[in-house]
Nanobody, 125 residues
Framework: QVQLVQSGGGLVQAGGSLRLSCVASSRTTSSGAMGWFRQAPGKEREFVAA????????YYVDSVKGRFTISRDNTMNAQFLQMNSLKPEDTAVYYCAASPGGSIPTRRIRDYDFWGQGTQVTVSS
C-alpha cells in the first residue's frame, strides 16, 4: 500500500519549469498538512514547502520563495509543486509528505507520517 505516489520531475535547463504531483491513496492520508522536501547529493533532506489542509497557510524555504508554488486539491487527495525559474542548486530528489491529523504546516521531517517515493529534479546550467 503506497500512501503517496509522486509524478513529474526530470531534466530541465536553468530558468525552466517543472510541476510535481503527489496523489494520496485516501482522503485520510491527505486530511492534514502536506509538504515537500528535497535532498541534494551529499546534503541532508531539507524542507521546501508546506500547505495546510485548507490552503490558507503556506510556508516556503527562503531559497524558493517567489519561484515555487505549492497547492493542493482535496477533491483529488493531491498536492502539487510548481517550480519556476529553476536553478542548478534546485537539483535534488524531491519528496512529498503528508501529516494527517492537523492542518498546520510543519518543517519537521518527524512530523510527517507518509512519504512519496521521491522524484529526481535535475537543473542544468
Amino acid at each position: 500500500q503506497v500512501q503517496l505516489v509522486q509524478s513529474g520531475g526530470g531534466l530541465v535547463q536553468a530558468g525552466g519549469s517543472l510541476r510535481l504531483s503527489c496523489v494520496a491513496s485516501s482522503r485520510t492520508t491527505s486530511s492534514g498538512a502536506m509538504g515537500w522536501f528535497r535532498q541534494a547529493p551529499g546534503k541532508e533532506r531539507e524542507f521546501v514547502a508546506a500547505i495546510s489542509w485548507s490552503g490558507a497557510t503556506i510556508y516556503y524555504v527562503d531559497s524558493v520563495k517567489g519561484r515555487f508554488t505549492i497547492s493542493r486539491d482535496n477533491t483529488m487527495n493531491a498536492q502539487f509543486l510548481q517550480m519556476n525559474s529553476l536553478k542548478p542548486e534546485d537539483t535534488a530528489v524531491y519528496y512529498c509528505a503528508a501529516s494527517p491529523g492537523g492542518s498546520i504546516p510543519t518543517r519537521r521531517i518527524r512530523d510527517y507520517d507518509f512519504w512519496g517515493q521521491g522524484t529526481q529534479v535535475t537543473v542544468s546550467s
